[in-house]
Every structure is written in structure tokens, then in C-alpha cells.
């Protein structure tokens, strides 16, 4: 397994931005897909963003066009965008990363969107 750390979270008011962060425990180059997830209180874990190994990324609809995932293979780091900021953006996001049909998760950072 793939052990992973996020950093970032915090309190930010609406129409504001964030970066998340991802550091893995080992070289990402050769994870087959990395992610973001959220999960706001009550609700289930939904996918927000993924990359690839080959850099190919998909989105929610709910944050096309304000969150952008990339990855820094040499910092083993997968990081989230997200600007223009909504209250109901207000969640706790998980990493995660596929290797090998397993996957990992992080613990999570919490983000909360004040209106």
C-alpha cells in the first residue's frame, strides 16, 4: 500500500482559493491513477478530481473550471486547485492512489467555505 498525506485544509471564505496536497510514501511515476475525493457530513465519499500516470484528468461537474488536480513525479505530490470557492464545497477531501488493483487512502483535510 501507498501511504499518503494531505495538507491545506483550512477555513476560507467564499470565492477563494486552496491548494491541497498529496505527498506519497513512494515515487507516484509508476501509481496508476491518483485522486481527490470529499465527503461532507452525511453525505457520501465522491470523486472530484483524478490524473493519471500520463497526466490525462478528469473532474466532478461540480468543479470543472475552478479546481485543476496536477502531480510533480519528483516530489512524489499530487496537488488540487480550487479557487472560486463555494459553501458547499465545504468537505473533508481524501487522496487517493491506485497501485496494483489496491487502493490507498490518506486521512484528510478538512475545508470549510464560509458564505
Known amino acids: 500500500q501507498v501511504q499518503l498525506v494531505e495538507s491545506g485544509g483550512g477555513l476560507v471564505q467564499a470565492g477563494g482559493s486552496l491548494r491541497l496536497s498529496c505527498a506519497a510514501s513512494?515515487?507516484?511515476?509508476?501509481?496508476?491513477?491518483m485522486g481527490w475525493y470529499r465527503q461532507a457530513p452525511g453525505k457520501q465519499r465522491d470523486l472530484v478530481a483524478a490524473?493519471?500516470?500520463?497526466?490525462?484528468?478528469d473532474y466532478a461537474d461540480s468543479v470543472k473550471g475552478r479546481f485543476i488536480i496536477t502531480r510533480d513525479n519528483a516530489k512524489n505530490t499530487v496537488y488540487l486547485q480550487m479557487n472560486s470557492l463555494k459553501p458547499e464545497d465545504t468537505a473533508v477531501y481524501y487522496c487517493?492512489?491506485?497501485?496494483?488493483?489496491?487502493?490507498?487512502w490518506g486521512k484528510g483535510t478538512p475545508v470549510t467555505v464560509s458564505s
Open positions: 487517493a492512489a491506485d497501485l496494483r488493483g489496491l487502493r490507498s
Open positions: 513512494q515515487p507516484i511515476f509508476g501509481i496508476n491513477a
Open positions: 490524473i493519471t500516470s500520463v497526466g490525462t484528468t
